[in-house]
């Protein structure tokens, strides 16, 4: 089944972490830029962190540099994202998105598949 699969979300205070995790089947995952997408409430979905090509450049939004981090583990075919020092502007609904074809991107590339979300809440 073609599909991307994401746990790991909850709630945090702030200054905490938080580690998501999003995990792909029934696609050349190796292939795929996979990244994470962050939609607040009353705000546009954006792109928080992504793999930008198959060499493995990875793309931060200015926000969240320094504090979240992107890997992944290819055995196991799953995509990380470390939050640390958390903030409440963090807080919403993170999606997983892949772009199984492959490139090289500046940005975070549109996703043609992506998964269904999990939400992430900040309060003290």
């Known amino acids: 089944q073609v599909q991307l699969v994401e746990s790991g979300g909850g709630s945090v205070q702030p200054g905490g972490s938080l580690r998501l995790s999003c995990t792909a089947s029934g696609f050349d995952f190796e292939r795929a830029l996979i990244g994470w997408f962050h939609k607040a409430p009353g705000k546009e979905r954006e792109g928080v962190s992504c793999f930008t090509s198959n060499s493995g450049n990875t793309y931060y939004k200015n926000r969240v540099k320094g504090r979240f981090t992107i890997s992944r583990d290819d055995s196991r075919k799953t995509i990380y994202l470390q939050m640390d020092d958390v903030k409440p502007e963090d807080a919403g609904n993170y999606l997983c998105?892949?772009?199984?074809?492959?490139?090289?991107?500046?940005?975070?590339?549109?996703?043609?598949?992506w998964g269904q979300g999990i939400q992430v809440t900040v309060a003290a």
């Open positions: 998105g892949a772009h199984r074809d492959g490139g090289s991107f500046f940005y975070c590339p549109l996703p043609d598949l």
